[in-house]
């Protein structure tokens, strides 16, 4: 029993930080709300892209192009078909996710620097492709109609439990829906990572050839790893536009919004690990409050300090930091068995 504590540590932890987040709505501004919204959504794109070039090796710059097409399919599940949005959401995941075969036939043909051009010409593929869709306003973009938001799938629930505005509510409900969004891709990263496929995942990483002497498939491990971040990159898309309300190519596809920052986010966390994401978005918020108001500035400051870490913490910060200390939250790893707890004959 005297072990037992520290094994549930991590559990405990996360618990109560879920906990914390999720009592924000009811003790913080409507303002700061908004802004863990967008936070909680680049953590999103973060786990998956960290799944993606972390743990299966696929360096891709084209994320966008997932978030590009979650949107598009929400927007077009509400104008043109008349679902709520929360409906469009769900489908924008799974557009994304069929999409994302063809995108793997190609890409998966090619190899570093050349695999993650292959994703960026994909991604500028889609927003050119949709930049011609009329119906949802060509390349100028649309707007969701009048009191979509306020009219969504548990608005009124919210605004009748808080007693707060349909905008109000709209906010917490889309807040939640993020929070939510955050702890089941971390949930199940872990447990993927920690299944026999998600070893197999890290056998290729490590050493492709050895992993592929022991019968691991790299190839089709890659592809399901691919498919399912684009489903996760999808649904976060359609979420984050229900609350921007408009759309645009330019917007939608955006690589610095939804692929630069997130490559910082995790190369300053560390690449390759669980926590790391998490420790990256909550240094990008810190220093997006404290250089709000440098304009410029603030985006110089920022790749100078990534620039510091990739030189003297090569791993990220808790990288090195679970490195030099032992720290390990969310371990990945699995102990061999006791040889003294065998049964023997």
């Given at each position: ?20 987040l999720a009592m924000v709505p009811l003790i913080g501004p409507r303002a700061m709300v908004q802004d863990l919204f967008g936070i909680l959504c680049l953590l999103v794109l973060a786990l998956n892209w960290n ?295």
């Amino acid at each position: 029993m005297k072990n037992a504590f520290p094994a549930y540590r991590p559990l405990a932890l996360a618990v109560l930080a879920a906990a914390v987040l999720a009592m924000v709505p009811l003790i913080g501004p409507r303002a700061m709300v908004q802004d863990l919204f967008g936070i909680l959504c680049l953590l999103v794109l973060a786990l998956n892209w960290n799944m993606l070039a972390g743990f299966a090796g696929l360096v891709s710059v084209g994320q966008q192009a997932f978030v590009g097409i979650g949107a598009y399919t929400m927007f077009a599940a509400v104008i043109l078909f008349g679902l709520d949005p929360l409906a469009g959401v769900l489908l924008g995941g799974l557009v994304a996710m069929a999409l994302a075969v063809p995108v793997a036939c190609f890409v998966f043909r090619l190899n570093g620097a050349y695999f993650a051009i292959g994703t960026w010409v994909a991604a500028e593929i889609a927003r050119l492709g949709l930049g011609q869709w009329k119906a949802l306003g060509g390349g100028t973009g649309t707007s969701l109609p009048k009191g979509t938001t306020r009219d969504m799938l548990g608005v009124g629930s919210v605004k009748e439990w808080l007693g707060v505005s349909s905008a109000a509510a709209s906010d917490i409900l889309l807040y939640w829906l993020a929070l939510g969004l955050v702890l089941a891709t971390l949930a199940a990263s872990w447990a993927f990572l920690r299944s026999r496929l998600g070893l197999g995942l890290q056998a290729i990483r490590d050493n492709a050839m050895a992993a592929r002497a022991v019968g691991v498939d790299p190839v089709r491990l890659k592809a399901l790893v691919f498919l399912l971040t684009a489903f996760g990159t999808g649904l976060c898309g359609g979420l984050l536009f229900i609350q921007i309300t408009r759309i645009t190519p330019d917007a939608a596809f955006s690589l610095l919004d939804w692929t630069a920052f997130v490559l910082f986010v995790v190369v300053i966390g560390g690449i390759g690990t669980l926590p790391g994401p998490i420790v990256g978005v909550v240094l990008f918020y810190a220093l997006e409050r404290l250089l709000s108001d440098y304009g410029s500035a603030y985006l110089i400051v920022l790749g100078l300090f990534g620039i510091a870490v990739m030189l003297f913490a090569r791993r990220g910060l808790w990288g090195s930091l679970s490195g030099r200390t032992g720290l390990e939250l969310l371990p990945l790893g699995h102990r061999a068995p006791d040889p003294a707890s065998a049964v023997r004959p």
